[in-house]
């Protein structure tokens, strides 16, 4: 599959736009950057004294003078050269170090307090990409492009100063010759982007069908699909290889054509040098040093070409966690003392109002929702029955706002849901999603998720009547055994079972159950019906089910079709007076009831 053209290709490598980006990961490091970068100059520039006292030496020698003094001096420089150079690379080692933590503490931060629809977006396997691989490629942008570049422009500067003061005119033979090769680098470095993004995005690619595969690994083995899914992964991984090798290719070209620049300038100024030498208007030792610094600039000219490398492939890693990083997000859900409930009476049941809400989900033509309005008041069980897209379970994510209604309004308590903080409008909802996730590790780990409060007198009562105690008595290490990857050692029924626990442990305000008993048993239904029932007492229960028997003793059942509400009422008043109610009960053979 072709990639499209991005505005990073567009843009190209050496954009002011460009550098700002990068420079702003460095900024608050730059200190260590200024004090490393002059370091590993000064190192450099420590090296450039070898080549004078080089030819000061061949001087000594042709006058027959001691040079004792001069190789000590020549050691000296070396050995300060090393040093200097070792610091310099250790602080800005560490520095891009330091940028790439914040930088994943940062996607971290922002990708967990995604608004879903922002979310929705992106893979998860892509999202960890940025995460790990895009990160990483910010040390090498920040320890190489950005100082490695200036370094090297710098010490190609002083070394040509160095080189017009000895032999102007050999300066300008060098020079004709590294400026065609440095046009010939510079045409080839926009392409360095155009393939950075893509082995980036390919890499992303791997990583989202890795993750999409073992997170259903069942469904892959029981399916048959291995075969598939391996040729996509195994796409991506050529499409990565594919651009890889062209980036391999045109790096060994810009490094061939810098290496070829100095030798050929290397000829030219030997066959030059030599004639100006044998005319007399060049001095021997003057050649020996001119070709030295000649052979001392191939380590700033291979840094800045590395350079471009490094700075392409972090420009589009940069760009990729900036997308991330441009997303809406939601509020940060840290309590505050400034942030007042906006009703009294946490410790109540709550009530809910729909009025002529209006929805349809991003990307989507037609509404889910079409002015539902209903009231359920402050406790009791209201249960939302209807056929698969009516528009039940949405009213769950509007509730939890994880949507916003396109019209009409929601109220909790009497007061609009769009003035609640987040964080206190969730800390008084449990909310049992449809497929009840269980995340790996421990069972108690799972059950105590946002509840580390309960006592163990909560854990016992909450087990008991979920029917979870037989469960850990089973278990191996009972609540400290772990249940796999989302749960694989787990049945169905008993995650269901798991996230129902761990929601009635926050002892909400509103429990939110999505099709809690789709996987149970009749005697695990009956017993979680119950449960329900029990919790109806000191919170306000909402329920989403298919299976009537679990709701048929609700106190008030909403009859839901093609996103609008048909009828409200109990059991038996829909059994009598609405046609689809009556379908539905008959369906399951509860219409006696």
Known sequence: MERKETETDRAGVFTLSAWRELLAY???????????????????????????????????????????????????????????NLLGAFLLGRTAESVVRDAR???????????????????????????????????????????????GALMMIAILVVMVVMEPVLVLVTLGV????????????????????????????????LERALGAFRTIKATGVER??????VAASERAWKYGVRLAGMDGAMGALALMGIHLSFLAVLGIGGARVASGDTAIGTLIAFLLYLFYLIEPATELIDSVARFSAGVAAVRRVREV????????????????????????CASLRFEDVVFRYPDTES???????????????????????????????????FYEPDGGRILLDGVDLGQWPLHRLRSGIGYVEQDAPVLAGTLRENLLLGVEHATDDDLAGVLASTRLDG?????????????????????????????????????PRLLLLDEVTSQLDAVNELALREAIEQAARRTTVLVVAHRLSTVTRADRIVVMDAGRVRAVGTHRDLVESDDLYRELAATQLLTAQ
Do not use: W
Request: glycine share 12%; charged share 20%; net charge neutral.
């Open 26 to 84: 460095a900024r608050p490091y730059r200190g260590a950057v200024v004090l490393g970068g002059a370091l590993s100059l000064l190192g450099g520039l420590t090296g450039l004294v070898e080549p004078l006292v080089t030819k000061e030496l061949v001087d000594a020698l042709e006058r027959g003078e001691t040079v004792a003094g001069l190789l000590l001096l020549l050691t000296a420089a070396v050995l300060g050269s090393t040093v200097v």
């Open 105 to 151: 503490v940062g996607l971290i931060h922002r990708i967990l307090r995604l608004r879903v629809p922002q979310f929705a977006r992106f893979p998860p396997g892509d999202l960890m990409s940025r995460v790990g691989t895009d990160t990483t490629l910010l040390n090498q942008a920040v320890s190489h492009a950005l100082i490695d570049s200036v370094k």
């Open 178 to 209: 590294l400026g065609v090769c440095g046009v010939l680098v510079g045409l080839l470095a926009p392409f360095y982007t155009r393939y950075n993004v893509t082995v980036q995005e390919s890499l992303g690619d791997i990583n989202n069908t």
């Open 228 to 233: 598939r899914v391996e040729a996509e992964a």
């Open 325 to 348: 990083q441009r997303l809406d997000v939601e509020a940060d859900g840290t309590p505050t003392p400034a942030d007042p409930a906006p009703a009294a009476g946490a410790d109540r």
């Open 367 to 401: 509404p889910v929702h079409h002015g539902v309005s209903f009231d359920v008041p402050p406790g009791g069980v209201t249960a939302f029955v209807g056929g698969s897209g009516a528009g039940k379970s949405t009213i769950f994510a509007l509730i939890e706002r």
């Open 471 to 507: 469960l850990v008595a089973r278990l191996p290490d009972g609540l400290d055994t772990r249940v796999g990857h989302r749960g694989s050692t787990l049945s169905g029924g008993e995650r269901q079972r798991v996230a129902v626990a761990r929601a009635l442990l926050r002892k």
